[in-house]
């Protein structure tokens, strides 16, 4: 079964470092979200992406985040100057249409950790 | 902003009975709601869902009811097996909520052989 992939599993990084996290979303799948959970809280959206271009964001997404897809396959977050709240669990998803009632298939996650 | 709850952090269950988990929610826009299904170091899988025009669906072991009126939606695994030991969280979007979804806190299901 196509699955979502994310790389790398574990990321540690300084504060105040640059940090990309790569996914490579289902490949029929139009539409692509990023996730994170911190430590014991819930899942919380950061952003959808369609079309090269973001759809929508949350209040989380803020100018220090950015998404890109460079190629046909890959999908990226990049954290430009990281502080210690961004350490959590950062999860890819995808899905094949936009609309509400389609599920959205999820990667393993990469932790990151800020020090 | 808590608009999906899961109250119950963690549940406890024989094998071979049935397992329920309970999800609210608070906002009357959403219209679709869908279980997943987490093991450590995995990301959620998508288990089943449900539309705000039906109050239930079954798949196999697993069957969601959803109740409008109390904002309120469970999950029901029968038999348990325990493999089933995971955390489930609820999940829920609208028309009003674009494209994301509404994550709960998870409840982690243990399965007791």
């Known amino acids: 079964e196509p699955e979502v992939t994310q790389t790398p599993s574990h990321q540690v990084t300084q504060m105040g470092q640059e940090v990309i996290l790569r996914c490579v979303p289902i490949?029929?799948?139009?539409?692509f979200y990023w996730y994170r959970q911190i430590l014991g809280q819930k899942v919380e959206f950061l952003v959808s992406?369609?079309?090269?271009?973001?759809?929508?964001k949350s209040e989380i997404f803020d100018d220090q985040f950015s998404v890109e897809r460079p190629d046909g396959s890959n999908f990226t977050l990049k954290i430009r100057s990281t502080k210690l709240e961004d350490s959590a669990m950062y999860f890819c998803?995808?899905?094949?249409?936009?609309?509400?009632?389609?599920?959205?298939?999820f990667g393993d996650g990469t932790r990151l950790s800020i020090l | 902003d808590q608009q999906v709850k899961q109250n119950s952090p963690s549940l406890s269950v024989q094998e071979g009975r049935i397992s329920i988990l309970n999800c609210d929610y608070t906002?009357?826009?959403?219209?679709?709601f869908l279980w997943y299904k987490k093991y450590p170091a995995e990301g959620p899988t998508f288990l089943i869902s449900?539309?705000?025009?039906?109050d239930k669906n079954e798949d196999g072991r697993f069957t969601v009811f959803l109740n409008k009126s109390a904002k309120h939606l469970s999950l029901h695994i029968v038999p348990s097996q325990p493999g089933d030991s995971a955390v489930y969280f609820c999940a829920a979007s609208g028309w009003n909520t674009g494209n994301q979804f509404y994550f709960g806190t998870g409840t982690s299901l243990t399965v007791i052989p």
């Open positions: 992406f369609y079309n090269n271009e973001i759809s929508e």
């Open positions: 906002n009357s826009m959403f219209d679709y």
């Open positions: 998803a995808s899905s094949e249409m936009g609309q509400v009632n389609q599920p959205q298939h």
């Open positions: 490949s029929n799948h139009l539409y």
């Open positions: 449900i539309s705000s025009i039906k």
